[in-house]
């Protein structure tokens, strides 16, 4: 059984979901989108601060907090805004970290964007 989970960001232009649970686990992927559908495109760490608000709100709809985030895929296109984004990591995510990822990529679909994170979690609810 899955189900799209309603995240209230603007529906992707691409043919995909943002989240949706499939047999208890939650699955998501996450760009610096604003609720408002707008792209933040601003620095590595605006983007990651938009973009870790976007999971967490995931999170709140699901049921589920960054405590059942079991693993973390980040994109980016250059492994210079590592740092920028593991300072922001670290405001949303506690030890113990989840499992995690994170790749450089040429470049990412979202125009303008730096950064694209792929989430799955397992909600206790």
Not at 94 to 122: N, Q
């Amino acid at each position: 059984m899955r189900r799209i989970v309603e995240t209230g960001l603007k529906k992707p232009s691409a043919p995909h979901a943002w989240a949706m649970i499939s047999n208890g686990t939650l699955h998501s992927v996450h760009v610096p989108i604003r609720p408002d559908g707008t792209i933040e495109d601003g620095t590595a760490t605006q983007q990651a601060e938009v973009t870790l608000a976007d999971l967490q709100a995931t999170l709140e709809a699901a049921g589920a907090t960054f405590e059942d985030v079991v693993l973390v895929q980040i994109y980016l296109t250059s492994l210079e805004h590592k740092a920028a984004v593991d300072a922001v990591y670290t405001r949303f995510f506690k030890e113990p970290y989840p499992v995690r990822a994170c790749i450089a990529v040429s470049a990412l679909p979202t125009p303008g964007t730096v950064i694209e994170i792929i989430m799955t979690a397992t909600p206790s609810n």
